[in-house]
Nanobody, 114 residues
Framework: QVQLVESGGGLVQAGGSLRLSCAASGIRFSSTSMAWYRQAPGKQRELVARVFSDGTISYADSVKGRFTISRDNAKNTVYLQMNSLKPEDTGLYYC????????WGQGTQVTVSS
């Protein structure tokens, strides 16, 4: 059974930082593409960052230079370091794993106050 468990969300002031973690189980983590998505109230879920199994990384334009995605294959964990947070970064952040199927975590709330 695949499980993705996010942690690290919270309330932070604009300009602050948060680090999200996603612990995965039930998948061959080292060969799995991992990503972070977010969904703001009333908006569609959007891709924030993705790290492929070969280490290739991509970011949404809105977070380039502020967010950093990384993975630790020994710990089956993917991280999202978020710096210089803005109110528009507020939303529910989801961990995503892509194998032959798509798997999602429950989400962790990030709220950035102005």
């Amino acid at each position: 059974q695949v499980q993705l468990v996010e942690s690290g969300g919270g309330l932070v002031q604009a300009g602050g930082s948060l680090r999200l973690s996603c612990a995965a189980s039930g998948i061959r983590f080292s060969s799995t593409s991992m990503a972070w998505y977010r969904q703001a109230p009333g908006k569609q879920r959007e891709l924030v960052a993705r790290v492929f199994s070969d280490g290739t990384i991509s970011y949404a334009d809105s977070v380039k230079g502020r967010f950093t995605i990384s993975r630790d294959n020994a710990k089956n964990t993917v991280y999202l370091q978020m710096n210089s947070l803005k109110p528009e970064d507020t939303g529910l952040y989801y961990c995503h794993a892509r194998t032959l199927s798509d798997y999602w975590g429950q989400g962790t709330q990030v709220t950035v106050s102005s």
